[in-house]
């Protein structure tokens, strides 16, 4: 019953009525040890013996993987898939910047994102947080079209990365 105290539950688990009212103090302990375990094997085998927490375990997986560091990554692609009008079969080494900069929070970021969350600021798009982007850029890319016209074009490919 209830009478055996509740001094070290959250009080959800003392209520008279509730679930848990049968059992006592002890048998509730070994009931919330027994589940925080079996959570933390499926988190970390990637199973799913908890069906309750398994769509959790893998948000909580996807959510680590989005969150690398903000880093140089490189991808070889037409000069025609950069996107920037031009028609061309030739290749060139896209550099670009992915990742997050949760390191890179300042007091500015959280300062706008409390008054934002006051609705001090509505209108204008702001952005709370810092964001991974080239902090330099490679060299010129140069380039012949499908019309053999030879063009020169600047601050295509990222050479460094950083939150700002």
Known sequence: GVGWGCSTLPSIFCLPGTLFESYTEGEIHQLISTLIERYSQ??????????????????????????????????????????????S???VLFRYCSGTCESAVRNYDISLKHVRSMRKIRKEKVRARPCCRPLSYDDDVSFLDTGNRYYTVNEVSAKECGCV
């Open 42 to 87: 499926s988190m970390n085998s990637g199973g799913h013996e908890l069906p309750l927490f398994a769509k959790a375990g893998n948000r909580m997986k996807r959510a680590k993987a989005r969150h690398k560091p903000c880093s140089l990554k490189e991808l070889e692609v037409t000069i025609s898939e950069l996107g920037l009008g031009y028609n």
């Open 89 to 91: 079969d030739e290749t």
